[in-house]
């Protein structure tokens, strides 16, 4: 059987009545405006002739790509699906391809996933994960990132400030706060903090926001945790173990939160009757829990937008830190303590 030749930007052209520059500007990505009827008819051709740009003679052309590379700690963490999805809305729009790494949250896989990643020439990098204390690890990181900002590639980091390029930073201190005084407001003052992985300034920025906003007669018990459903499920079961429960506990994740309100509905405790739950995110999941969890949210979706948007601003004056607020959600998992 004879294999059929794949088509080209110029058969796309003919097809659609355009020139070729003009095709090129439409399925290219460039950002010379072209009508919304033209860039149908040539959508369509290209459909029809089933066409696919390609990407080495994109790159060897231009010395980039169309192509944004995104690193997440995992995929399958609501919280990075959430900004991947708003990354990927975002360049549907812009009409730019992602290519997509699960890096764990180690500094150095990240760096190996750059590597992987430095023949795309890709025209910009999102980081999206919370940077670590591991300094040497970090600063392996950000030479990596130097060297494609010298490349011409745009680097954009969702988390803490710290790498080269820019950031978009939640407000994850502030919220903390905000949901500590919430807490103290009902009259709590017998907490227990469960905290994801102390490497992670994430968790660091989380923990002392709400440690610094309790009074100085709040008692705190912490508790380590992964930053997982499992890893809330077995903090769930050392503080059942413990015998004497606080009156509240202030999960770092709402991922976390899910396997302790499990942990403690299995010890047959009653929430928030025996004990209020709080968690931070903000994940979809959570307002199906029964009962629904109190949380501080992030605009998620909108951070991956943010994200994707520094990505391809090419104006040196765009800032080179976006701040995104947090906002306290109460739901049905937070109440008085008993006798209050």
């Known amino acids: 059987m004879e ?40 959508r369509e051709a290209a459909r029809r002739l089933r066409y696919a740009p390609n990407v080495g003679a994109q790159v060897l052309a231009r010395s980039t ?10 995929v399958t963490d ?34 190996q996933h750059l590597d992987s990643l430095r023949g795309y020439r ?6 999206a994960g919370s940077r670590t204390t591991d300094e040497e690890a970090e600063a392996r990181l950000g030479d990596h990132l130097s060297d494609l900002l010298e490349l011409g590639a745009t680097v954009v ?4 400030p710290g790498l080269p390029g820019r950031v978009v930073r939640p407000a994850n201190r502030e919220g903390a706060g905000e949901l500590a005084r919430f807490l103290v407001g009902l009259g709590h ?22 440690v610094e906003a309790l009074p100085p007669d709040a008692d705190v018990v912490h508790v380590p945790s992964e930053f997982s459903r499992d890893g809330g499920y077995a903090a769930g079961q050392e503080l059942l173990a413990r015998g004497s429960l606080p ?13 302790l309100c499990t942990a403690l509905r299995e010890g047959g405790v009653r929430i928030p009757d025996e004990v209020s739950v709080a968690g931070f995110d903000d994940i979809p999941i959570v307002r199906d829990l029964t009962p629904s969890l109190t949380t501080v949210a992030l605009p998620l979706h909108d951070m991956g937008v943010k994200a994707l948007t520094a990505a391809l601003e090419e104006d040196a004056d765009f800032p080179e830190e976006l701040s995104v607020g947090a906002e306290l959600i109460e739901r049905d998992s937070t109440a008085p303590p008993r006798g209050k």
């Open 3 to 42: 294999r059929k030749q794949p088509a080209r930007l110029a058969d796309v052209a003919r097809a659609a009545g355009v020139s070729v520059a003009t095709a090129s500007r439409v399925l290219n990505g460039s950002p010379h405006r072209v009508s919304d009827q033209l860039s149908e008819r040539v």
């Open 65 to 74: 790509s169309q192509t944004v590379a995104l690193l997440l700690h995992d």
């Open 189 to 210: 003052r017998e907490f227990a903090l469960v905290a994801g992985p102390e490497q992670l300034r994430v968790v660091r920025e989380r923990r002392d926001g709400f």
């Open 157 to 160: 980091s969702v988390g803490q």
């Open 247 to 259: 009156t509240a506990v202030f999960v770092t994740g709402d991922v976390q939160a899910t396997g």
């Open 78 to 111: 609501p919280y990075f699906g959430q900004i991947a999805g708003g990354v990927l809305a975002e360049a549907a729009h812009r009409n730019v391809r992602v290519l997509i790494a699960d890096t764990g949250i180690d500094p150095d896989s990240e760096v």
């Open 122 to 127: 890709p025209r910009a990098v999102i980081v």
